[in-house]
């Protein structure tokens, strides 16, 4: 069974990067037909898809935090990891990793970390 | 962007009900949509890919239509466990946007 968990800070100051790692177990992110994939969801609110990598490193963000976003794969360790630069409050969300099944849905999530910003 | 519009934001149903939640997109985007079940404090759990394909342990009381911009998620019988919020998704264009959400509750 496949599963993925997100480890990271809790709590980042305002100006500074979050950085989070998703690692994969019980299977390989090196495979054609999916994608690694980051989606946030602001405390009440919705989900925000912000961007994701297949293993050969193409990466995919959305234009609305392109220029703060790095998203970045190391296969050796079947890990993702997220970068956001210059976070302000409302970067505040519960940050979730998954593997997206090409144009067919993320169908394996981690559970959420929560990453708050906050001086 | 591709805009993705649900309705009802919010519903209000009974165990037994058949409820049909629809999602518009504001332009084609063929088949590539997917459904999306979320419960409080959990990550979102995939229910149909491609409009209308059952995601496998998926119960076959939800069922998907439509195909262009307009979509629906049908649940014929609510069970208590299926009261939730759902999230439409497109993955026709990047970014892969989201619908803003129906919250299902119990009446």
């Known amino acids: 069974q496949l599963q993925l968990q997100e480890s990271g800070p809790g709590l980042v100051k305002p100006s500074e990067t979050l950085s989070l790692t998703c690692t994969v177990s019980g299977g390989s992110i090196s495979s054609t037909s999916y994608y690694c994939g980051w989606i946030r969801q602001p405390p009440g609110k919705g989900l925000e898809w912000i961007g994701s990598?297949?293993?050969?490193?193409?990466?995919y963000y959305n234009p609305s935090l392109k220029s703060r976003v790095t998203i970045s794969v190391d296969t050796s360790k079947n890990q993702f990891s997220l970068k956001l630069s210059s976070v302000t409050a409302a970067d505040t969300a519960v940050y979730y990793c998954?593997?997206?099944?090409?144009?067919?849905?993320?169908?394996?999530w981690g559970q959420g970390t929560l990453v708050t910003v906050s001086s | 962007d591709i805009q993705l519009t649900q309705s009802p934001s919010f519903l209000s149903a009974s165990v037994g009900d058949r409820v049909t939640i629809t999602c518009r997109a504001s332009q084609g985007i063929s088949n590539y949509l997917a459904w999306y079940q979320q419960k409080p404090g959990k990550a979102p759990q995939l229910l149909i890919y491609a409009a209308s394909t059952l995601q496998s342990g998926v119960p076959s009381r939800f069922s998907g239509s439509g195909s262009g911009t307009e979509f629906t998620l049908t649940i014929s019988s609510l069970q208590p466990e299926d009261f939730a919020t759902f999230y439409c998704?497109?993955?026709?264009?990047?970014?892969?946007?989201f619908g803003q959400g129906t919250k299902l509750e119990i009446k």
């Open positions: 990598i297949y293993y050969s490193g193409s990466t």
């Open positions: 998954a593997r997206q099944h090409r144009q067919l849905g993320h169908d394996y």
């Open positions: 998704q497109q993955l026709n264009s990047y970014p892969y946007t």
